[in-house]
Nanobody, 111 residues
Framework: AQLVESGGGLVQPGGSLRLSCAAS????????MSWYRQAPGKERELVAK????????YYLDAVKGRFTISRDNAENTVYLQMNSLKPEDTAVYFC?????WGQGTQVTVSS
């Protein structure tokens, strides 16, 4: 099984990025899916989570109103739409589901 993230990059403050995470090898629709991030010198933190049923979501307070997590069970993919990005959002973003983790994708917010 694996999770493969994409969509990271360099963006100016106030800009947007959309991260994608393609899952394979496990029953994607049965599991909650999460996005975590880890900035240099800091612990990994949960950014957003979407449950398997009814699409119930959770967000870190620092990203509420700016980030949106969604999933497409037909495509085995989870997304993180990130708007109004701030320099403090700079981190490696990881996708997580079941017992699996992606390799991470770098998001850098800088002018």
């Amino acid at each position: 099984a694996q999770l493969v993230e994409s969509g990271g990059g360099l963006v100016q403050p106030g800009g947007s990025l959309r991260l994608s995470c393609a899952a394979s090898g496990f029953t994607f629709s049965s599991y909650a899916m999460s996005w975590y991030r880890q900035a240099p010198g800091k612990e990994r933190e949960l950014v957003a989570k979407i449950m398997s049923a009814r699409g119930i979501t959770y967000y870190l307070d620092a990203v509420k109103g700016r980030f949106t997590i969604s999933r497409d069970n037909a495509e085995n993919t989870v997304y993180l739409q990130m708007n109004s990005l701030k320099p403090e959002d700079t981190a490696v973003y990881f996708c997580q589901g079941s017992i699996y983790w992606g390799q991470g994708t770098q998001v850098t917010v800088s002018s």
